[in-house]
């Protein structure tokens, strides 16, 4: 098996990779194809005894540095250690790539190299945590920061493959990470996605909070990139410190010390278990090949470990399973993603048409219980809407003015033969006289548009209604002409 390694990628690229590279090809017996800028590769190798082991160097000048952009990564650094070994697995020149380098480097590269799987859209990164009853798989731990429903369908799926291949578990019990256990808890996404979960022919059992990550509940907890990086954070953390506490409560005096030397074997292997190392780094799942993407901080043991489990998830064929599984899965990933896409809904919305599960239902705001008679009777009785004495006279005057000015606009347009010589512009007489034309149009635009005006606002006033009187302070151009009995 050929396994290609990054060897410029991590905080501690080139030394930790190289001594985690040697260390697994005399251990398991691989093929290790460090890759790297090989003056450096090459006097690290030097340190140890290769000359019986499968160790190649491929050289490759540029590095993907942990704070580029995964665009940049992917178009001006194709020279990169990190371009190069996911290529590699692309060409069939190696069965998988490992990386300790840039996350979103290393996704975007793979991406385009090896294509997404069969009814994949997105990968996902796969963890391994220790819980109480052994450990679990925790899936996406950063790869996507925002999911869709149709997303977390896709990685349940992924989670089982893995967690039954690689981990063991013949059955797995998937979660779904929410604040609650109740299927109406959550957020909008978890809502959405928990009713196809029960539908599928999964292990489904159900939400998982927080302390389900360690009591050993779930076997797979399906989250977004964003939570579940938190998660690993957090318990890598606590790991860390929990064992500062210990050694500051064993180093306090002479009986706690000798307490110490007694259970120092449990102390060890419980540090073991619980040491990110362990586990060496986690899979891009979801992709046409496969790709080991481990912790920026790993050393030689995590990158030993990251080149088994590359191994191990060749070895199991886990991309045909995850294929197989998706098809078999219960439900139609292709249809779902029709149904949610943006389109269909904005589509469904100018049909004014409900989704399929709330045809037959009505909104609570769109519910109508009539009241009891009894109800009824206690309502106050219904009083017309009356204009305030104001309101009434503002808008009588402003008919009044309009009246007067569709009285003007009726009188005859102004003749330019009237019109005294000296007042004209000297124009050639067309000129003149299409300017009499257009005046005299524009003049029946306006009056038919005032008169449609004053026909509207007449039919909208009751019938029986009759002018305000007039009042001290009205004058003579404002009052009301006189009613007609």
Known sequence: MRIAVDAMGGDYAPEAIVEGAVQAAEEYGFTIILVGQEDRVRQELAKYKTDHLSIEVRHAPDIVEMHDLPSVALRRKKESSLHKAIYMTKNGEADAAVSAG????????????????????????????????????????????????MHLLQFAVMGHVYAQSVVGIENPRIGLLSVGEEDSKGNTLTKEVFEPLSQSKLNFIGNAEGRDVFNGRMDVIVCDGFIGNVVLKVSESLAKTMGLFMKDAFSKNWRTKLGYLLVKPGIEEMKTRMDYEEYGGAPLLGIN?????SHGSSKARATK?????????????????????????????????????????????????????????????????PLPASDTASLPEFQPYEEPEQERKYWWQKKQRHADSLKEADAPAPSLADAPAASLPALPEAQEIKDAERFSEESRDVTSQKKSWWKRREASRPANETAPPSSDAQTADDAPPPTKE
């Open 102 to 149: 840039n996350t979103g480097a290393g996704m975007a590269i793979a991406k385009v190299a090896c294509r997404m799987l069969e009814g994949v859209e997105r990968p996902a990164l796969a963890t391994v945590i220790p819980n109480v009853n052994g450990y679990m798989v925790l899936i996406d731990v950063g790869a996507n920061v925002d999911c869709k429903p």
């Open 289 to 293: 090949g496969v790709v080991i993407i």
């Open 305 to 369: 470990n990251a080149i088994r489990v590359a191994a191990e998830s060749v070895t199991h064929h886990i991309n045909d399973q995850i294929v197989e599984i998706m098809n078999a899965s219960g439900f139609d990933l292709k249809s779902y993603a029709k149904a949610t896409s943006i389109w269909h809904q904005l589509t469904r919305s100018i049909r004014h048409e409900p989704p399929k599960d709330q045809k037959d239902e009505l909104h609570p705001h769109e519910q109508s219980t």
